[in-house]
């Protein structure tokens, strides 16, 4: 066995990487009207177990609380902790539901589980891996 660090198994010219950034926010902005349908049918869903439920809550209520690890006065990642814990929630609670179930509540365009599994994709490359640990025991 070598010693040797493994490369990566695919290198991101940063131009591209900006590019698949900005389409994911994209695609995660125009599907958010039908991510909120489709979380209030989880929500009322008695199939859902009631821990992903307030896990959503709790995850909400320190959204917008103003009692916060990162002050909202700090730019950008003064609301990034806030938008991060949020969508740990309710990748938990959509991962907890099922696929079957998310399927039959989901009126949207596209696959959703893609499209999420490429945003918290993107919110765990963002954070650091000890924050990420702590949101996962908390909320996963």
Known sequence: MSDQP?????VIPPHEAR???SEVIKDAVLALPNIVKLIGRLLADPRV????KIALGLASAYAVSPIDVIPEFIPVIG????VLVVLYAVDSLIQRAGPELVEEHWD???DLLALI???MGLARGLMPRRIGAVLDRLIG
């Open 6 to 10: 493994h490369p990566p198994d695919e």
């Open 19 to 21: 590019q698949q950034f």
């Open 49 to 52: 177990p009631r821990r992903s």
């Open 79 to 82: 609301w990034a902790d806030d």
């Open 108 to 110: 949207g365009p596209g």
């Open 117 to 119: 599994n490429d945003v």
